[in-house]
């Protein structure tokens, strides 16, 4: 069966962004009134697929990060003082957040705000009436960057730089390398090293 984020079609676009990128691919994605979340679905899909194919597995059906998309905003209602203080959102947003959710209406601001701070994401949302970008980071820890095609009040398509996905997974590798360095350096020294200090005070007692 095939996935309910999987997109239309793809195509590039020319759009310029505040992070230098000029090109990018578009991935049209169906138009049933969860197209935002279908376009994070999409993304989670491409770059955090151990996440979700662990939740594909857990929810099964054609839309398996649709209901978790909605249970993490519907989160909120249970636990609104900790998603304030960590995203800082004030109750008039999260209460229309979640009711639209409730009512089963499309995602709007409030809801792609909500999602960005529990993926730790920062969305860069592109308007093509105004030829403009809204930068949303609830949190300023977010290092993941998503980009999405927004037409006002109707429709959301998941954009991706080109050569992104690439580049990333290359400075994800160089950091995981550092790190593995970082930790061998910090580590004591070797037994055989310990070994051949203490024969060599045993050498030097003996003189």
């Not at 990128?21 to 989670?44: P, Q």
């Not at 909120?76 to 959710?101: H, I, Y």
């Not at 920062?122 to 949303?136: Q, R």
């Amino acid at each position: 069966m095939t996935e309910s984020c999987e997109p239309k079609e793809e195509y590039v676009t020319l759009i310029r962004d505040d992070c230098g990128n000029t090109e990018f691919v578009r991935y049209a994605i169906a138009g049933d009134g969860n197209c935002g979340y279908h376009a994070i679905s999409l993304w989670l899909k491409k770059n955090r697929s151990d996440y979700y194919n662990a939740v594909a597995t857990a929810e099964g059906g054609s839309t398996p990060m649709l209901l978790h998309l909605k249970e993490t905003v519907q989160y909120v209602d249970r636990n609104k003082d900790l998603v304030k203080k960590n995203c800082g959102f004030s109750d008039e947003a999260l209460n229309r957040a979640m009711d639209r959710v409730k009512r089963g209406q499309w995602m709007e601001a409030e809801e792609l705000s909500i999602i960005c701070c529990a993926f730790n994401l920062k969305a860069f949302v592109y308007d093509p009436d105004s030829k403009s970008w809204t930068l949303v980071i609830p949190k300023e820890t977010a290092t993941d960057i998503i980009w999405l095609y927004n037409v006002p009040n109707s429709h959301f398509d998941l954009l991706e730089p080109i050569g992104y996905r690439e580049e990333n997974t290359r400075k994800k590798m160089a950091m995981a390398q550092m790190r593995r360095r970082r930790r061998a350096r910090s580590q004591p020294k070797n037994r055989q090293g310990g070994q051949q200090s203490g024969q060599q005070r045993g050498q030097q007692g003996k003189k």
